[in-house]
């Protein structure tokens, strides 16, 4: 069935660091991925998403591209801020969107 | 403003209770969810509604009982508490053609 991986944290960066957050995904047919970021005591916001092959998802610095040939979609940031201290969730919207799939999250750290 | 509105946001209870949480959104979406984030941050689907009637039930125990009064509202009402209850519940809708879930801010339940 469909699923996405993504790299266990905690991850702890330094400030103006470079992040990446791994997450690969299975699925059949053409799912769109996306980037969900949950602040501490908050709900989930959508981060980024991107809806076929090559597409590359940006914001707030943020980016991730959407690699159908490594099954991949990986959050990068050049230079990471205290305040992107969060709980960040990769997943995938399957065909019909009634199910969602989501990773089992990656908190970062940044220190100042 | 346009959101999706979960109360109460914070529920503490003992075990053996019943409880209900809500769930409204004014987003105009068809279909609306329940999801349970356990400790370590995972999220699992529990319920999807799409215009009020129930698509998706997954492996939940039959204390947990959704109801939807309509396609802006979807509240989740538990018997009999039980300490394993105890995580964050979202809300989350999502308009038919998908791409995307908007959250709610979470419902912390603590079972004592």
């Known amino acids: 069935g469909d699923s996405v991986t993504q790299m266990e944290g905690p991850v702890t960066l330094s400030e103006e660091a470079f992040l990446t957050i791994n997450c690969t995904y299975t699925?059949?047919?053409?799912?769109?991925l996306f980037w969900y970021v949950q602040y501490p005591g908050e709900g989930l916001q959508l981060l980024l998403k991107?809806?076929?092959?090559?597409d590359k998802g940006s914001n707030k610095g943020f980016e991730a591209t959407y690699r159908k040939e490594t099954t991949s979609f990986h959050l990068e940031k050049g230079s990471v801020q205290v305040s992107d201290s969060a709980v960040y969730f990769c997943?995938?919207?399957?065909?019909?969107?009634?199910?969602?799939?989501f990773g089992s999250g990656t908190k970062l750290n940044v220190k100042p | 403003d346009t959101a999706v509105s979960q109360t109460p946001k914070y529920l503490v209870t003992q075990m053996g209770n019943d409880k209900s949480i809500k769930c409204e959104q004014n987003?105009?979406?068809?279909?609306m969810y329940w999801y349970k984030q356990d400790s370590k941050k995972f999220l699992k689907i529990m319920f999807s509604?799409?215009?009020?009637?129930?698509?998706i039930n997954e492996t939940v125990p039959n204390r947990f009982s959704p109801k939807s009064p309509d396609k802006a509202h979807l509240n989740l009402h538990i018997n009999s508490l039980e300490l394993g209850d105890s995580a964050v519940y979202f809300c989350?809708?999502?308009?038919?053609?998908?791409?995307?879930?908007?959250f709610g801010s979470g419902t912390r339940l603590t079972v004592v």
């Open positions: 989350a809708s999502t308009p038919l053609e998908g791409y995307g879930y908007t």
């Open positions: 699925a059949t047919g053409y799912p769109s």
């Open positions: 991107a809806t076929k092959a090559d």
């Open positions: 997943a995938l919207g399957a065909y019909n969107f009634n199910k969602f799939y």
């Open positions: 987003l105009g979406h068809d279909t």
């Open positions: 509604y799409n215009n009020k009637e129930l698509i």
